[in-house]
């Protein structure tokens, strides 16, 4: 097989796939859910339920805030019995929906058949409709509605749909799982968006390191009748989930700094999520779980999970039902330990972009001592955007060199940590480039804002 990968940097950490021979189950239900209104990268949600209200499972509870946002539906059946602020596992101060749980009872006209649906809707509007209405957003870590990414704007045209199969980030194991648990569905949701997007060749990119997915894949795809749908194997790298490294490695194609995907004729989409665009077209069921890796290297194999969870359900409850937290556990992860996001949080909820529950024990958290930049070009060579990590923490040390910064793309990183995990000065780049991207893309904003404003005030003048 002809195996590609990206062509700038990147890096080769232990796979550490605890969880990949772990089948899916089932989560039970907790007596309450606490479903966010903050779902999507977008405007939050807009609750349209009150408190005392009966709902369903698969009953719309909030509409879009915006143009980017998304609905959210009631991932049980219940009583409304709260709405006001909760916190997010950051701490973070949410509008949530809460519902005392009374069953599983979900709204008519919702298929939970295990029957597959091969035939796809004649009209891409029906297509893009009912994964607007199903509240889709992409699963693979930016959580962006998938009807708005699936429908780009004239002139822009898509010549390849590319789904996300590599999950290259260390322990995470759920789209594996699924890849070889529901192949088929996934390969429908990928001809689902091929149609939405009028046709391109469709590629289902995997890593090498995963032979059993890209077997499994190829199966379900000879077996169905759509077109120019393939299997492109890739050579294990990190990060080469990120969209501009995957479009790189498959089209041999650089999307140009502060472009989007779609100016090189590409669109990418995650494998969990190609399967809830099957089970939002063809089933009518809205986006209400998800699957989730419950592992680290603290736990024993027999601890270690793939779950599938509801919306809403505490963390704590899912740490519980899977044996509890471990002792040895320094640090919790929502995430890969790569780009996850720690968890301050415990009590807070799923959301539909949640996928893990990592436990890191302090050999493997703890950092090296800082000590001086040795001006070796480690971080340079690692990272997959061909930034100057050094160059960048450099100037955001100085303070007050944001122009400098902007010239020096510090906007483009993607916060993958390759400079961090190859720096053997143990300089917290990442945290320090992190800021530094903060910075610049406040005085792009600022400056845009500006620039609006000037012309609002032109065209009242005229």
Same mark, same amino acid.
């Given at each position: ?38 779902? /999507? ?95 889709v957003v992409g ?31 260390p322990f995470l ?58 299997? $492109? ?35 990418? $989409? ?55 937290? *471990? ?55 690692? #990272?997959?955007?061909?930034?100057? *990590? ?27 940590? /390759? #400079? ?16 530094a991207k903060v ?10 804002? =500006?620039?609006?404003? =000037? ?8």
């Open positions: 097989m002809n195996r590609k990968t990206f062509s700038i940097g990147g890096i080769h950490p232990a796979d550490s796939k605890f969880a990949a021979d772990r089948p899916i189950e089932v989560l039970p239900l907790p007596d309450k859910v606490y479903v966010s209104m903050s779902q /999507c990268l977008g405007a939050p949600s807009k609750p349209i339920v009150a408190v005392g209200d009966k709902v369903l499972a698969g009953q719309v509870l909030a509409e879009p805030g915006g143009f980017i946002g998304a609905f959210v539906h009631s991932p049980v059946s219940g009583t409304v019995k709260a709405i006001g602020p909760g916190k997010d596992l950051a701490g973070n101060r949410i509008t949530q929906i809460e519902i005392d749980v009374e069953g599983d009872e979900w709204a008519p006209g919702i298929d939970l058949s295990p029957e597959l649906v091969t035939e796809l809707p004649d009209d891409r509007q029906v297509i893009l409709d009912k994964i607007k209405a199903a509240g699963l693979g870590g930016a959580t962006f509605p998938t009807h708005v990414k699936l429908n780009p704007a004239p002139p822009a045209k898509a010549e390849a749909l590319l789904i996300n199969g590599s999950e290259c980030e194991t759920s789209d594996y799982r699924l890849m070889l648990e529901r192949p088929s569905e996934i390969v429908v949701g990928a001809a689902l968006m091929q149609k939405a997007l009028g046709g391109p060749v469709c590629y289902i990119c995997i890593e090498d390191n995963k032979p059993k997915a890209i077997e499994s894949m190829q199966k379900a795809i000879d077996s169905l009748p759509y077109k120019d749908i393939l299997v $492109q194997p890739l050579k294990k790298k990190y990060p080469q989930g990120g969209e501009k490294q995957l479009i790189d490695a498959v089209m041999h194609r650089q999307v140009k700094s502060g472009a989007l995907p779609i100016s090189e004729g590409a669109v990418v $989409q995650n494998a969990t999520t190609s399967f809830a665009v099957y089970e939002a077209v063809q089933k009518n069921k809205p986006l209400v779980s998800n699957i989730m890796t419950i592992t680290g290297n603290c736990l024993p194999v027999e601890s270690q999970h793939n779950c599938l969870f509801r919306i809403g359900v505490p963390l704590s409850f899912i740490a519980e039902w899977a044996g509890g937290v *471990p002792e040895k556990a320094a640090k919790i992860i929502s995430g890969g330990p790569m780009m996850g996001k720690a968890i301050a949080n415990l009590d807070a909820a799923t959301v539909k972009g949640s996928s893990s529950l990592l436990y890191l024990s302090e050999e493997v958290t703890r950092r090296r001592p800082e000590q001086q930049c040795i001006r070796c070009g480690r971080c340079s060579d690692a #990272c997959p955007m061909g930034l100057e *990590p050094f160059l960048l923490n450099k100037l955001y040390l100085a303070g007050g060199r944001e122009e400098e910064l902007e010239k020096n793309a510090a906007q483009d990183c993607i916060e993958c940590g /390759c #400079c961090l995990y190859s720096c053997p000065a143990g300089i917290p780049l990442l945290d320090n480039v992190r800021q910075q610049v893309m406040g005085i792009i904003r600022a400056r845009a804002a =500006a620039a609006k404003a =000037a012309a609002e005030a032109a065209k009242n003048k005229n």
